[in-house]
């Protein structure tokens, strides 16, 4: 089942005829974490997508609220009994008509729900291989901070790390400058000193990025920097980790043939399990 429109279909509906999601990419999206009947960060989330409409340009519907949007998501996760700890994506996009040129901005949106077995925030002690992906380059722009479904980059860089025995792979910018990974913000630890790539560098507006952040800038003695991270500031790294929504954290365990500790990767996630249980 999915939510389509505010109705509840079989999964096997066809949309895709006249699709511009489909046929141009036309569309963006959300992936929210839902804990006990309760949708993590969404007031974040929410915003991101209405800056994201707005940003490509996107009617936005009177009754698109944030407690619309939140009894949609709900709704389907009670009728597929999925409250407990869920995923969920919602897609939105442009209605059909016209090539390059919509004949119109008015939008559609699908939902969709996957169990997830954890609620908690959780780090595998299994290693985390990453490299560099090189045969293409995020542009330094707008359009590459939204969640938009144009994500041939992420994809063709998932099959590499797949053919190369590797579990992810952080994706460079047009000045060859590291900005983030295949699914997800990325985070280096440096002596005292934690940096993330800033928005403006071609990286994803991240949900958790902003937690982290936040959580970060609360612990004493650590200097917390919005900052460009070069391919050689890796091989200087104490740890280096990854943030999403779903995963949270994910700590860099090897890069080539730099190994890399996880102990404050650790301590953070932590903190961010302390503050979602206190908020749920």
């Given at each position: 089942?999915?939510?389509?429109?505010?109705?509840?279909?079989?999964?096997?509906?066809?949309?895709?005829?006249q699709?511009?999601?489909f046929?141009?990419?036309?569309?963006?999206?959300?992936?929210?974490?839902?804990?006990?009947?309760?949708?993590?960060?969404?007031e974040?989330?929410?915003?991101?997508?209405?800056?994201?409409?707005?940003?490509?340009?996107?009617?936005?519907p009177?009754?698109?609220?944030m407690?619309?949007?939140?009894?949609?998501?709900?709704?389907?996760?009670?009728?597929?009994?999925?409250?407990?700890?869920?995923?969920?994506?919602?897609?939105?996009?442009?209605?059909?008509?016209?090539?390059?040129l919509?004949?119109n901005?008015?939008?559609?949106?699908?939902?969709?729900?996957?169990?997830l077995?954890?609620?908690?925030?959780?780090?595998?002690?299994?290693?985390?291989?990453?490299?560099?992906?090189?045969?293409?380059?995020?542009?330094?722009?707008?359009?590459?901070?939204?969640?938009?479904?144009?994500?041939?980059?992420?994809?063709?860089?998932?099959i590499?790390?797949?053919?190369?025995?590797?579990d992810?792979?952080?994706?460079?910018?047009?000045?060859k400058?590291?900005?983030?990974?295949?699914?997800?913000?990325?985070?280096?630890?440096?002596?005292?000193?934690?940096?993330?790539?800033?928005?403006?560098?071609?990286?994803?507006?991240?949900?958790?990025?902003?937690?982290?952040?936040?959580?970060?800038?609360?612990?004493?003695?650590?200097?917390?920097v919005?900052?460009?991270?070069?391919?050689?500031?890796?091989q200087?790294?104490?740890?280096?980790?990854?943030?999403?929504?779903?995963?949270?954290?994910?700590?860099?365990?090897?890069y080539?043939?730099?190994?890399?500790?996880?102990?404050?990767?650790?301590?953070?996630?932590?903190?961010?399990?302390?503050?979602?249980a206190?908020?749920?």
């Amino acid at each position: 089942m999915i939510n389509f429109n505010g109705g509840i279909v079989s999964k096997d509906t066809s949309l895709l005829a006249q699709n511009r999601a489909f046929l141009f990419g036309d569309a963006v999206f959300e992936t929210v974490k839902i804990i006990d009947s309760k949708i993590l960060f969404l007031e974040d989330h929410y915003f991101r997508l209405m800056s994201s409409m707005r940003v490509i340009r996107m009617e936005i519907p009177m009754n698109f609220t944030m407690e619309y949007l939140e009894g949609q998501i709900l709704t389907l996760a009670r009728r597929k009994n999925l409250t407990h700890s869920s995923r969920a994506r919602i897609t939105v996009y442009r209605n059909d008509g016209g090539y390059y040129l919509p004949q119109n901005n008015t939008i559609s949106f699908l939902i969709n729900i996957e169990n997830l077995v954890e609620k908690r925030y959780i780090i595998s002690q299994k290693e985390y291989i990453v490299d560099l992906y090189t045969d293409f380059y995020v542009t330094r722009q707008l359009l590459s901070s939204i969640k938009t479904t144009n994500k041939i980059i992420n994809i063709t860089g998932s099959i590499f790390a797949n053919e190369n025995g590797l579990d992810n792979c952080l994706l460079l910018n047009d000045s060859k400058n590291v900005i983030e990974a295949l699914q997800g913000n990325l985070f280096m630890l440096k002596g005292v000193t934690l940096t993330t790539p800033p928005i403006s560098e071609g990286c994803l507006n991240g949900v958790m990025r902003k937690q982290i952040l936040a959580l970060a800038r609360k612990i004493e003695n650590l200097e917390v920097v919005e900052g460009v991270i070069s391919p050689f500031d890796l091989q200087k790294a104490d740890e280096l980790f990854i943030t999403n929504v779903i995963k949270g954290i994910q700590p860099i365990t090897k890069y080539r043939k730099k190994e890399y500790s996880t102990d404050f990767a650790r301590t953070v996630l932590q903190k961010l399990n302390d503050s979602i249980a206190i908020s749920i």
